[in-house]
């Protein structure tokens, strides 16, 4: 028995395979003109929904979909992985449609030279080209161990299909026997995610906090130094953290990046460039920078000089919104707590 394996690389899903990323669109004419239905779970019957036998064009987000023939499921035609089909090639024939939930990470199949699974046999991993081998035009049955695979009558992926899924084993080709020339394996959605904060809905309330008040009497004619030290160290906070919305149906682990350019620009927020965002664990940063304060050097003869310390304290809270594919949803918010400064306020009282 030969064996053809590749190397996998198991890229991090981020979206819960059922929150918003499986769905499928498909239209009544080709360039996705004309009537259209959204579909984010299996259809037995596309007549239940006056769509049967007229479907040309279809966009699919997430995870693939197997269009049919019949009802129920029966007379596989083709797979559609994520994109957007402005011309289906099997046009106007469905009937119902089916979403791929099998783990598409780890693909295998084997394939086999005679019906009933007899003959000489061949385990592939991966995509492959048979007509670079011994096995192909004679393939006649096969068992599909993991994953979803489309299976070709030609070297260069045209001519006729067939949609090979695990737990549903063929025993015999029949009219596709000694045919296949080319099969590769579906491939799950990419998962990929875009996260816009929305500026124009940013909400920012400004505090000026006195946190610490010294003073000093002079009651003679001469001027006398303020403090024996000039200047103190003080320590400013800045924390930043996401709240993700009840509402939103987003899976754990869905991770991605907050972009804050925007923020930095005309402010000194002390903010690195991104903010990393995972459902699940807590989204808290907080970092603490010092700041020097420099007191009066003197206190004016017959003076009571007061130095109060004040903190510019800035609440921002920015709305934030996924997309993925054509998907858009409001996701939480993102806040940002800082003492963006620490200045003192110096006011003077004459002694008699």
């Known amino acids: 028995m030969l064996t053809y394996k590749a190397l996998h690389n198991t890229a991090s899903v981020y979206l819960s395979e059922y929150t918003m990323n499986n769905k499928i669109i498909i239209y009544e004419h080709a360039n996705f003109q004309g009537l ?10 596309l007549i239940n929904y006056n769509f049967n036998d007229c479907v040309s064009s279809l966009k699919v987000i997430g995870n693939p979909w197997v269009a049919y023939r019949d009802v129920n499921f029966t ?53 492959t080209n048979l007509c670079s081998g011994s096995f192909n035009d004679i393939v006649s049955s096969h068992k599909v161990q993991r994953g979803a695979w489309v299976l070709y009558e030609n070297g260069n992926l045209t001519g006729r299909k067939m949609v090979a899924r695990a737990g549903c084993d063929v025993s ?15 491939k799950s959605g990419k998962a990929t995610l875009k996260a816009v904060l929305l500026w124009d809905k940013k909400e920012e309330k400004v505090n000026w906090v006195t946190t610490n008040s010294s003073s000093s009497l002079n009651f003679t004619d001469e001027t006398k130094p303020f403090s024996s030290n000039p200047s103190q160290m003080y320590d400013a906070f800045i924390s930043e953290s996401f709240n993700f919305s009840s509402a939103a149906g987003i ?33 808290t940063r907080v970092e603490k920078k010092s700041m020097q304060v420099f007191f009066p050097a003197v206190v004016q003869p017959r003076t009571k000089l007061t130095v109060n310390l004040v903190t510019k304290e800035v609440n921002i809270k920015v709305p934030v919104k996924l997309i993925h594919g054509f998907n858009e949803t409001l996701c939480g918010e993102y ?11 110096t006011p003077n009282m004459q002694i008699a």
């Open 335 to 345: 806040v940002c707590y800082s003492e963006l400064e620490i200045c003192e306020d």
């Open 172 to 186: 015999f080709y029949e009219s596709f026997n000694d045919c296949l020339s080319y099969l590769r394996p579906l």
């Open 251 to 283: 899976g754990i682990g869905t991770k991605f990046n907050l972009d804050l350019s925007e923020l930095k620009k005309g402010q000194d927020f002390a903010v690195k460039e991104t903010f990393t965002v995972e459902k699940g664990i807590n989204n």
């Open 75 to 127: 007379v596989p035609l083709a797979a559609y992985e994520e994109g957007e089909y402005a011309q289906v090639d099997e046009n106007e024939t469905f009937s119902s449609l089916q979403l791929v939930t099998e783990d598409l990470s780890n693909p295998q199949i084997t394939l086999y030279e005679h019906a009933n699974y007899q003959g000489r046999s061949i385990v592939i991993n991966c995509e």
């Open 36 to 45: 259209s239905r959204e579909f984010t779970s299996d259809v037995a019957n």
